[in-house]
């Protein structure tokens, strides 16, 4: 069982940046591989990025890929996701996700733990 956390989110100028956490319960973490997802309003959840197990591989969503970095720390049981360059459509609710062995990075029903959401809202 995994407990997940995020923090981070906030309201921020388009052009700024912003860095997401998401702490984990467990000691079993660092099998696990992260994502973040995100949910814009009237909008489906979409993937955004994921990060196996050891950190070594990382995933992106062609919309933020250059501009969002996820990281991990396993000794901190914490995901991050250092986004850069933000733009009013990146305003959403973002998801941590975790899974153990998710047959697709990038599908949201291929993880078996969710945190609460944090809010990201980007101005004009």
Known sequence: QVQLVESGGG????????????????????SYVMGWFRQAPGKER???AAITWSGGSTYYADSVKGRFTIS????????????NS???????VYYCAAD??????????????????TQVTVSS
């Open 100 to 117: 153990w062995d998710p047959a697709s990075y990038y599908d949201e029903y291929e993880y078996d733990y969710w945190g609460q959401g």
């Open 72 to 83: 991990r720390d396993n000794a901190k049981n914490t995901v991050y996701l250092r986004m």
């Open 11 to 30: 309201l921020v100028q388009a052009g700024g940046s912003l860095r997401l956490s998401c702490a984990a319960s467990g000691r079993t973490f660092s």
């Open 46 to 48: 979409e993937f955004v």
């Open 86 to 92: 933000l733009k009013p459509e990146d305003t959403a």
